[in-house]
């Protein structure tokens, strides 16, 4: 999967020679960090904002208030927060994928480990020194263990007998 991730981000770095959030063709530098103060204040960012987070006095914030509006316009502000937006969420989306994967990795080694325990277990115990209820219940963990550790790799809900599982029914539309 790893080698899948670093084809497709080379593949689009091929595509798209630079990043829009990034400091623009003839973008001066305090443009660009009027751009910066208004890409850090977050979802609900606003030119007056991004003024107030740059000027601290009150009577420059005025004067400033134009020079950043016709900048947002002149350069993009709104679309290229947007993207860096966009840009986070998907550095986001990849660390928690790679740590459900790196768990769920971690849950197959453990419920591999638990199998075997109870394979060599019940293969070193004499029959009479086995009750039906250990057996079973060392079985059952085990085997529920492992099918949910596969489970959060696949992705797919186990359905029960008797239980109806409306998700993939569903899904796309």
Sequence with gaps: MKDIDKIIEEARADMLPFKSWEQLKGESFTAFAAFCAFRDCGADRTTRKAVECAEKEKAAQKKRYNVFRNWANLYRWKERAADYDRHIENLKQTEIRKTI??????????????????????????????????????????????????????????????????VTDFQGL
């Design 101 to 166: 994967e790196a768990r769920g990795e971690k849950h197959r080694e453990v419920a591999g480990k638990i199998l075997d325990t109870v394979s060599k277990k019940l293969d070193s115990m004499k029959p009479e020194d086995l009750s039906q209820n250990n057996v079973t219940d060392w079985f059952q963990a085990a085997v529920k263990a492992d099918r949910e550790a596969w489970q959060a790799v696949d992705g797919k809900p186990e359905t029960k007998q008797g239980e109806l599982n409306f």
